[in-house]
Structures are given as structure tokens and as C-alpha cells.
């Protein structure tokens, strides 16, 4: 199970170490307000840069389009 907690940047290091310290948690991983996690985003971002792919202009109503289908 995961939590997303929000944490001030001056107790991050207080809340980074009280986590450590408990038995049952097993990995503490900071993320940053403007990091990207998602692997699905992450992929996308990776292959437009690579050109793997080539974005598809679209006007705002074929988009809208796009998602109701």
C-alpha cells in the first residue's frame, strides 16, 4: 500500500528519518511537487523526445472528441 503524504520542505528531513525508523516501512522516496511518476506520462515524454512518435495536431473539438468515445 502507498501514501502520499505532504510534507513541508523544512521537516522533510525529520519526516524522512522518523519513517526510517519504523520496522514495518519498507522504502521512503521523496517526489519533488513538479516530478512527473506516472510511467504511462513518463513513456510518452521519452519517445517524443527519441521522435519515436510524432504528436497529431488537433483542434479542441476533435480532442473532446477523442475523450468521449
Same mark, same amino acid.
Given at each position: 500500500?502507498?501514501y502520499?503524504?505532504?510534507? #513541508?520542505?523544512?521537516?522533510?528531513?525529520f519526516? %524522512? %528519518?522518523?519513517?526510517?525508523?519504523?520496522?514495518?516501512?519498507?522504502?521512503?522516496?521523496?517526489?519533488? #511537487?513538479?516530478?512527473i511518476?506516472?510511467?504511462?506520462?513518463l513513456?510518452?515524454? %521519452?519517445?517524443?523526445?527519441?521522435?519515436?512518435?510524432? *504528436?497529431? *495536431? !488537433?483542434? !479542441?473539438? %476533435?480532442?473532446?472528441?477523442?475523450i468521449?468515445?
Open positions: 500500500m502507498k502520499i503524504l505532504d510534507i #513541508p520542505e523544512n521537516k522533510m528531513a519526516a %524522512e %528519518e522518523f519513517f526510517k525508523s519504523i520496522s514495518f516501512i519498507k522504502k521512503i522516496k521523496a517526489i519533488a #511537487p513538479n516530478e511518476t506516472n510511467t504511462a506520462i513513456k510518452g515524454i %521519452e519517445d517524443y523526445e527519441s521522435k519515436k512518435v510524432m *504528436p497529431t *495536431p !488537433l483542434n !479542441l473539438a %476533435e480532442l473532446k472528441a477523442m468521449n468515445a
